[in-house]
């Protein structure tokens, strides 16, 4: 397949995250070509009338990206939360309404309930309506079973759709999302269980990649969350962190000692945080749609950024405190709200969202030996996708070299 008549071919470059200055600068070139065989981009740069094939595409100037990544959603769930939108209103806490049996245990009681043909349907047609919005890689965490048999479910759905569909799954345990309420007053057996029985089956059924672990203050703690995250490390699961979302309580400091590939929210991070994290080169995982929806701060993206500190923006999709699973609004949000620059965000859903899934060398750029996972945006240029915030800009998906 040859791409012609591409107005401005955008995108990071290369096969490392981008930290500092170096987010910002992506490579653009005018009247450009992308030239594809079977998956893979065997040429991406200007256009010239030797540039042939027999599939060829006329783009018409538009605005070509790679794929996006969302790199951090709970995506595989049972039910929706919008009875918690009047508490919400009134002013309830998100930890409050958690501690009440509401929020994520209320979605835990619909995931084990909902037979896994259901699951599996519902996760099917999400993913069909995140592959419209540009998104040809997500990550999917599990976390709304919390126990063996529903983690499991879970995270088959995901292997299965992974094959099946074609947005790329990548997927994180996550039985560490909390406490769940029959082990109320047994802490430390659910624990156990996770580290004992859970983590090893996962491992050993390849399950999932990641590991990634709720810390914050009432759910899990430091010492609890660094437990569990040391087991997964031993079973060669690589990790990741929910840190420094709604309290400062040390998971970011964790992350960068434990070498947590992310770091993920981070709205309550601070200097020192920071400075670990850029230390370890730790990815940040930013999501303002969670922000926006809990009404709370933004994550400090462009101190990080500044401070050296890689950044990659995500939805944070679940029924809880994301509902949103267009990653352009995240994208949108992280201009206005982190006033990050529109190539720091290309970068951060490209390039170094692949990296916080360990898939930099395939995915995230356009250029020679990647996967041909490429957008035709409904734009002329970068900064109109930034600008019409709201609207579905995406033309065309090609996933792997095939339009979708
Ligand atoms: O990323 N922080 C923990 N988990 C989700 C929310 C899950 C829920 O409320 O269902 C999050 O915000
Ligand atoms: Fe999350």
Known sequence: MVLKNIGLLASPMGKKVKKGPEQGNITLIENAAIVIECDRITYAGPDNSSIKGDNQIDCKGALITPGLIDCHTHLIFGGWRQKELPMKLAGAAYLDIL???????????????????ELYQKTNMLLSEILSYGVTTVEAKSGYGLNTETEVKCLKIAKKLDIVHQVDIVSTFMGAHALPSEYKDRRQDYINLIIDEMLPLIAKQDLA??????????????????????????????????????????????????????????????????????????????????????????????????????????????????????????MNMACYKYKMTPGEILTAVTLNAAAALGRQADIGSIEEGKIADLLIWDAKDLDYIFYRYGSNLIKTVIKKGIIC
Do not use: W
């Not at 809990?294 to 990080?304: G, H, W, Y």
């Open 99 to 117: 501690a009440a049996g509401g929020g994520i245990l209320s979605t835990v009681e619909k995931t084990r309930a909902e037979p896994i043909e």
């Open 209 to 330: 990649d990641f590991c990634d672990v709720f810390c914050e203050t009432g759910v899990f703690s430091v010492e609890e969350s660094g437990a569990i995250l040391e087991k997964a490390k031993s079973l060669g699961l690589k990790l990741k962190i929910h840190a420094e979302e709604i309290n400062n309580t040390g998971g970011a400091l964790l992350a960068a000692e434990m070498g947590c590939i992310s770091a993920e929210h981070l709205i309550k991070i601070d200097d020192a945080g920071i400075k670990a994290l850029a230390k370890k080169n730790t990815i940040a995982v930013c999501l303002p749609c969670t922000s926006f929806y809990l009404n709370e701060d933004f994550a400090p993206a462009r101190k990080m950024i500044e401070a050296g500190v890689p950044v990659a923006i995500a939805s944070d999709f679940n029924p809880g405190s994301s509902p949103n699973l267009n990653l352009q609004l995240a």
